[in-house]
């Protein structure tokens, strides 16, 4: 599982402007809906359900949130940094401002954690998060997210 | 001058056999036999016809120090023993100390008056010889196969093993009593059933207000009478043999007594616990191995080749039919299911107390006296053989031991003289322990201080703690222990590269079927209507730690925060390694494989 196979270079944005957790995770279901062709307002559902029985920010600035639609043939990504850091829930209570949004198909089970899994290591690198957080544009954060995962292996 | 350099053998010898009982325990732990096992062989070693050629025949001797360890491992027993955790294991205790110890007497009397070929009576004190566990092997097997078994099973087989020696006891010396008279109590069949079910009930009652009175006697004095600190635990240890003794003196079960009294005083708030616990520890080691030897020294194995094979069927049987139909007798009432029957049945230990009340035949003179101890001590070898080894593995395979892995802990406990309400605990802190992986501290417990590269540092300066501190605590007594699990290493829940605590944190209400639809988990059918909560409560009985940890399918969900017993928050690691994943379907398999054979 690689980021560059769910990751798409248009899928990335830098600067996402959003005042608190809802509205970023509507504009990160704007962004996947475009991607992915399915119904924004479907997406922002999935998505939300999931932060209800749990936050998605795992601390240090990072929120991974996630979830399942039927309608997917395989898994899309999306990736934000946000201009300002909003409050997100995180389990150490910092504001957020890395968001990585992963949606699966409903059959995908292994690979869906496997993906979770991979992101989650990626975000946990402190030089990695200082890099994106220092990236100038939206094809600086693509090559970062994708090239990091070419050296590594 | 002759009399002292007797005295100086026997002291060496016995230093040495000590000392090569303790040197044998390195060996057995790391083939897994059980330890009592070596202690006996090594007895034997040391006997008559082993290399030792130590020709020991004192029964007397052998009675005295057997009586003695006895007791005091049965107080050790009572005094670890949380009352709470008796619950609901007291009534089917008592059934199999009673009901089930005269069934499986009855059923072992009957075969072995068809083996031996000897009269009824003398087959039926036979069974009475082998019919109790003994409290000394089950209490040290359960524990030292760093397995913990559900908390009911736990505590049905070890109270059970604690006061059934009363009924044994009294059964073979009843026995020894009407052959010595020639039957002639045999006349008036109910009047001297009738007498001895009084004089049961008797000696039973005798022993528990024994127990009772001793204990709180015992609690009282320890706290509010100053000593000198080295003497807490003597003193403990004498008002134990004092207690056994004393309620012996006046007809009652002393075994009983001391388990009661133990009970009691390690249920109440105690002066010195820290040193208690120790010292007591270090006594039932010595009672342990000391008794063992001497049972071991006192055969002669030559003797025991005539009788080999008739005792090993008659141990077979036990094994096999007569235990078990008793456990199913006694067990059944109070719903106990099949695989706990199972294993009831399967840990019936039998050790020390046997050979001991097959000396009661010799000591009073019963003819063929010989054959008795013999036999006694066949079965004892073939169940510490069969069962002691196999022990772990039953309670895996029955699935009646907690899916967790039991480190022992690290823990320094100081006693602060003064008070009972506090205590301090230190431990060395682990890379792969909770508390270094976003474990958190209860509020219950005040740091006291670090030691840090040799040098106390105070918790203003300390900060965070870092690998290779060791970290003390001011806690209440009660709840000390709770911390080794903040402390102790965690190694497999660092298998893979992934947090210790998983990537995302749920609370403990959350339910198990809506994390099941996002991170594909495999939910039995149990299972579906549980939240987080529930079911780290039906799976670690009630008292779920930090760091438990459960696997569903590829994730695995782990206790992060728990209060009152309650998992209030626990992490999900989302991938386990490859390796992992095979063993769990190849397990899976198994099981699914052992339902359509219709084993669970």
Redesign the interface.
């Known amino acids: 599982m690689e980021i560059r196979d769910i990751l798409q270079p248009e899928a990335v944005v830098a600067g996402l402007k959003a005042p608190n957790k809802k509205q970023a995770l509507q504009e990160l279901a704007r962004h996947a809906a475009a991607v992915t062709g399915l119904n924004e307002r479907k997406i922002f559902e999935t998505v939300l359900e999931?932060e209800r029985?749990?936050?998605?920010g795992?601390g240090s600035g990072i929120a991974?949130p996630?979830?399942?639609l039927p309608e997917l043939t395989r898994l899309y990504a999306v990736f934000a940094r946000l201009e300002k850091p909003i409050d997100f829930d995180a389990?150490d209570e910092q504001p957020v401002d890395l968001i990585f949004l992963l949606l699966a198909p409903e059959s995908?089970?292994?690979d869906?954690?496997?993906a979770?899994?991979r992101v989650?290591?990626l975000l946990?690198d402190a030089s990695m998060c200082e890099k994106l957080r220092g990236a100038k544009t939206a094809d600086g954060l693509y090559l970062l997210l994708t090239q990091t995962e070419a050296q590594a292996a | 001058m002759e009399q002292i350099a007797v005295v100086n053998v026997v002291l060496l010898i016995s230093g040495l056999l000590v000392l090569l009982g303790i040197a044998s325990s390195l060996i057995a732990t790391r083939f897994g036999a059980p330890l009592l096992l070596v202690f006996l062989v090594l007895g034997m070693l040391a006997g008559e016809d082993g290399p030792g050629h130590i020709a020991f025949s004192d029964y007397r001797l052998t009675y005295l120090i057997g009586s003695l360890a006895l007791a005091i491992i049965l107080f050790d027993g009572g005094l670890r023993t949380n009352l709470t955790k008796l619950r609901g294991a007291v009534g089917p205790a008592i059934a199999m100390a009673t009901v089930g110890v005269i069934t499986t007497a009855g059923l072992a009397g009957a075969v072995a008056t068809y083996i031996f070929d000897i009269p009824y009576l003398q087959g039926l004190l036979l069974g009475a010889i082998v019919a109790s566990t003994d409290a000394a092997a089950v209490f040290f097997m359960l524990h030292a196969g760093g397995i913990q078994l559900r908390q009911r099973v736990g505590a049905v087989i070890e109270m059970e093993s604690a006061t059934n020696d009363p009924v044994a006891v009294f059964m073979t010396a009843i026995l020894v009593e009407i052959i010595l008279a020639h039957g002639a109590m045999s006349g008036g069949g109910v009047e001297t059933a009738i007498a001895i079910a009084g004089r049961l009930t008797m000696e039973a009652s005798i022993g528990l207000v024994g127990g009772l009175l001793g204990g709180f006697a015992a609690s009282w004095t320890l706290n509010r009478i100053n000593l000198p600190g080295g003497l807490h635990p003597l003193l403990v240890i004498a008002t134990a043999v004092v207690i056994f003794s004393l309620t012996a003196v006046l007809h009652g079960s002393g075994f009983l007594a001391v388990y009661v009294a133990g009970l009691i005083l390690g249920n109440r708030p105690m002066r010195a616990a820290a040193s208690i616990v120790t010292v007591n520890d270090a006594a039932t080691w010595l009672c342990q191995i000391v008794m063992f030897l001497v049972l071991g020294l006192l055969v002669s194995p030559t003797r025991l080749l005539a009788v080999l094979a008739p005792a090993a069927i008659l141990s077979a049987f036990l094994i096999i039919f007569a235990r078990p139909m008793a456990v199913w007798l006694c067990l059944t009432p109070f719903k106990f299911s099949n695989s706990e029957k199972g294993f009831v049945s399967w840990v019936g230990l039998r050790g020390a107390v046997s050979i001991f009340l097959a000396a009661i035949p010799t000591l009073s003179g019963v003819p063929g006296a010989d054959l008795y101890f013999n036999v006694a001590f066949v079965v004892v070898i073939m169940s510490l053989i069969v069962q002691g080894w196999s022990l772990t593995f039953a309670a895996r395979k029955l699935d009646v031991a907690l899916p967790r892995v039991t480190a022992p802990a690290r823990r320094v406990e100081l006693d602060l003289p003064g008070q009972l309400t506090l205590e301090m605990v230190g431990y060395p802190v682990a890379s792969s322990s909770a508390i270094m992986n976003g474990g958190t501290l209860p509020r219950w417990a005040r740091p006291a201080f670090v030691i840090r590269n040799e040098a106390v540092v105070m918790p203003a300066e300390s900060g965070a703690l870092q690998v290779n501190d060791t970290a003390y605590y001011l806690a209440p007594p009660a709840r000390a222990a709770q911390l080794d699990t903040l402390f102790a290493e965690h190694t497999e829940l660092l298998s893979t590269d992934e947090p210790f605590f998983g990537e995302f944190l749920f609370d403990g209400t959350v339910p198990l079927k809506e994390l099941a639809g996002f991170y594909a988990l495999n939910l039995g059918p149990a299972m579906a209507d549980m939240t987080i909560a529930a079911l780290f409560s039906s799976r670690f009985d009630d008292s779920p730690e930090v760091g438990d940890h459960l696997r569903m399918g590829t994730a695995v969900i782990v206790a992060r925060e728990v209060s009152e017993g309650v998992v209030t928050r626990a992490g999900l690691q989302l991938a386990a390694s490859p390796e992992d994943a095979a063993v769990s379907t190849v397990r899976a398999g198994f099981s699914r494989l052992r339902r359509l054979v219709g084993l669970r």
């Open positions: 999931r029985l749990g936050t998605t795992v991974i996630h979830g399942k389990i995908a089970g292994a869906h954690l496997k979770l899994a989650s290591r946990r």
